[in-house]
């Protein structure tokens, strides 16, 4: 029987999604307390979990690091697992972005400079990989591959406070750019080969968060000009949301797994968009839409918390798969 400080060596890099989802329900609540102050407790309650959730889950990796290595390694080297390293990087981003909100701007700084130097480390070995490999094949693209690649846009969020612009307006071209390459790989992957492990389909909705995230990326280093390429990320980001949505039945058929948190960060970057939408445009229906989905993704993040905790409970986290 595998002990408790052995299973650690099966503690995937996929948990930091939990991280994403949280610290984007924060940076909402943040976003709803400026309209409505009695939120703003709440708003500083989520960071503060964020943040723990984030040492806890960094300490337990960084143990496998030091402890299991081997296994560290081979997860870096898996053609499906490698992209879920990088939610480790984002996840520092975002919290980045939130503390920079509660006016704590050395922590916010001190994060994004980690976060920014692991994002691109971890984009290029991504990259690197993917220009010199002998072993992926089709069926290994999944929106996964979304996350080291484009997961770049995040970087200018809180980066337009702490960096020169030229810098941040090359971490937010590489994303946008392989953005549209990696999506047209993943959408032949979905229509033309074999369907993605049952595990993966979540991953489905991170469509949902390039155009979202983009949307608030670039207003951020456009000094939050509303402009037509704006109007695009957020329209786009919408037309996705509501695609999953109507794909809801879908979803609901599957068995719980870690890469359930996938649904949540896309979906906190969709409320994000549309409160500063509705801020920029002067338009009530952003706000009401921003309401509806900041209220799903609570739900989505308690849920998606219980669904843990059984899970843990029952020891299916941290197996070998």
């Not at 612009?165 to 946008?176: P, Y």
């Amino acid at each position: 029987m595998i002990n408790g400080l052995q299973r650690i060596a099966y503690f995937p890099a996929s948990f930091f999604g939990m991280i994403m989802g949280v610290t984007g329900l924060s940076i909402a609540f943040l976003h709803l307390s400026k309209s409505v102050p009695m939120f703003t407790n709440v708003a500083i309650g989520n960071v503060i979990i964020a943040a723990i959730l984030m040492v806890v889950l960094l300490g337990v990796y960084l143990y496998k690091t030091i402890r299991f290595f081997p296994e560290v390694k081979a997860e870096m080297k898996h053609p499906v697992k490698m992209n879920f390293i990088p939610a480790i990087s984002i996840s520092l981003l975002l919290l980045s972005v939130a503390f920079y909100a509660l006016d704590l701007v050395q922590i916010s700084q001190r994060l994004w400079i980690i976060g920014a130097v692991m994002q691109i480390s971890l984009t290029y070995w991504v990259l690197y990989n993917w220009v010199h490999h002998d072993f992926f094949t089709p069926e290994h693209s999944s929106p996964a591959w979304f996350i080291p690649i484009v997961g770049n846009i995040v970087v200018p969020i809180a980066g337009v406070h702490h960096a020169p612009m030229e810098l941040n307006w090359f971490f937010f071209s590489i994303g946008l750019v392989f953005w549209i390459v990696v999506k047209s790989v993943v959408i032949n992957r979905i229509i033309f080969h074999a369907p993605m492990q049952a595990r993966l389909i979540p991953t489905l909705f991170i469509f949902i968060a390039p155009p979202a995230v983009g949307f608030i990326s670039y207003l951020a280093l456009n000094d939050n000009q509303l402009n037509q390429f704006a109007m695009v990320l957020y329209f786009f980001g919408i037309a996705m949301t509501l695609l999953m949505l109507v794909s809801l039945h879908k979803f609901a058929k599957l068995d719980f797994a870690l890469s359930w948190w996938a649904y949540t960060f896309p979906v906190a970057a969709m409320v994000i968009a549309s409160y500063i939408m509705a801020a920029n445009s002067g338009q009530i229906g952003f706000q009401y839409i921003a309401y509806f989905l900041h209220a799903l993704l609570m739900l989505l993040i308690v849920y998606l918390a219980y669904k843990t905790g059984q899970a843990v409970k029952n020891k299916q986290i941290c197996v070998d798969h």
